[in-house]
């Protein structure tokens, strides 16, 4: 089976294993393969791919330089994680740059033909907004998401996908999965992808083999 993690801060606990690698571009130490790498694949599975953006909560806009460079390099596979987030926005300011950074991480991902790993805590509508004025062609990810059935069905209805680690709503999963906008992460938690295959497919009430063949088919969608 192939295992794919669609939002990690850490190579895969098994090497032959497919993750995205979100990059922390404030770290001065990048890591290996980031710079001179190529995207992974089932066929190169010793290679990691890698995601870059500016995290909400850090809504930098001096980065925005390195997230332009860096984007097109073939190691990277998605912008992101970049995003709204109310709760950690200080001030309406903080919001506001929030906003702009998004934007900004939209349009980049349309440029480059890459999608988009989004983190989004509290500003659905924003996002929605966004989404709906800028009609953007590359798909967009909802990582972790912890939301209810209804929003699932709002966000899976406006295009997107909604990927889920360890803590998710039963009924938002399955929406996720009947509406075939369904991917697993281990976001930064010390833990095997693989855990997070058996948690899913014992929810849902499927093989783990069906999960498998149908997030790696969801996965080869996106990361192209």
Not at 120 to 133: F, N, P, Q
């Amino acid at each position: 089976m192939i295992y794919c993690d669609i939002h990690s801060h850490q190579p895969p606990v098994h090497p032959e294993d497919i993750a995205i690698i979100s990059v922390d571009l404030r770290n001065p130490h990048l890591p290996s393969g980031f710079l001179s790498g190529d995207r992974q694949s089932p066929s190169s599975p010793a290679l990691n791919s890698f995601a870059v953006g500016i995290h909400p909560w850090q809504p930098d806009p001096h980065l925005m330089d390195k997230v332009r460079e860096y984007a097109v390099m073939p190691s990277v596979a998605a912008i992101g994680e970049t995003g709204l987030d109310k709760m950690t926005a200080k001030d309406e300011n903080t919001f506001r740059l929030q906003q702009e950074l998004f934007a900004a991480h939209t349009r980049l991902a349309e440029e480059v033909g890459k999608p988009l790993i989004i983190h989004c805590v509290r500003a659905w509508d924003e996002l929605l907004h966004v989404r709906k004025t800028l009609k953007p062609s590359m798909p967009w990810i909802i990582h972790g998401f912890r939301g209810n059935e209804i929003l699932a069905g709002q966000l899976i209805n406006a295009g997107l996908y909604l990927s889920f680690g360890t803590n998710y709503r039963p009924n938002a999963l399955k929406a996720a999965w009947e509406k075939k906008r369904l991917l697993a992460e281990t976001d930064d938690e010390n833990i095997d992808i693989r855990d997070i295959y058996k948690l899913i497919s014992k929810e849902l009430n499927i093989p783990e083999e069906h999960l498998s063949e149908a997030i790696e088919t969801f996965f080869n969608l996106i990361i192209q």
